[in-house]
């Protein structure tokens, strides 16, 4: 080998190292950003849901102490009154009913926004009222599963409560399903959620990159929050699986 050989040769050796680092560099540059990315996005669902969680519990509050005394106290009057035509009696009466049908879902609405159940007895009790809610209004059996696991904190606990109340509404608003099963499992300080229904499923190519519905991008977004992950297994007209791994931090 000559000397013109020899340069030429540590030439292309030079150049093919300076190619290498280059991508490199480069693809190091792009998962940096993509992690960026990621976490202004978890940063930004994070906001997004402690917002409304915050909003939530306003108007509950907003709700519970001045709209609900307000229609007591105006059932308490009405109470008072003594009619005497039978109409008016009957009158009175189907008024004081409409007061009652009120209160009962200004309660309904006030729970919802903000889980009385989850605040007095925690996580369990509070699935076992949404489950007893969900069959009183659809002919549907819900199975639910539990094993101990470590103790949760507060917004752990709304996180998960709020994963299976959506979870519930979609089921029971899109699927057809006749029969549902929950499973919250623990093991290795990870927490297992699986959402299980045998309706109609979900389109066979969907993917969590393309998923439009605002049910299933809440979800999404939950889970990644507490900084797991949402996976969906799912055919057509054989039913849909929802599972949660979550990371339980001690």
Known sequence: MNAYEARVLIAVAIS?????????????????????NLLLQQKTSMGEIASLEFERA?????LHDDLGPLLAAIKFRVGLLSPSSSEDQEEI??????????IQRLRKISNNLLPTALERKGLV???????????????????????????LS?????HFYRIIQESLSNCLKHANATNLRIALTSNDNVINL???????????N??????????LIGLKNRASI????????????KGTILEFEIPIHA
């Open 58 to 62: 306003r108007i509950a509050a907003d």
């Open 125 to 151: 009790d509070a699935v076992y009222e949404l489950i007893n809610q969900a069959m009183r209004v659809k002919n549907i059996t819900i199975e639910f599963e539990y094993d101990t696991f470590p103790a």
């Open 226 to 237: 507490m900084g797991g992950e949402l996976l969906i297994h799912s055919h057509p007209e």
């Open 93 to 102: 009466k189907q008024s004081v009913d409409h007061l009652d049908e009120a």
């Open 16 to 36: 093919t190292f300076l190619i290498a680092l280059i991508v490199t560099v480069l693809v190091i540059l792009l998962f940096i950003q993509h992690r960026k």
């Open 154 to 158: 507060k917004d752990y606990e709304v």
């Open 194 to 204: 699986q959402i299980i229904d045998n309706g109609k499923g979900l389109p066979a």
């Open 206 to 215: 969907i993917s969590l990159e393309g998923i439009s519905g605002r049910g």
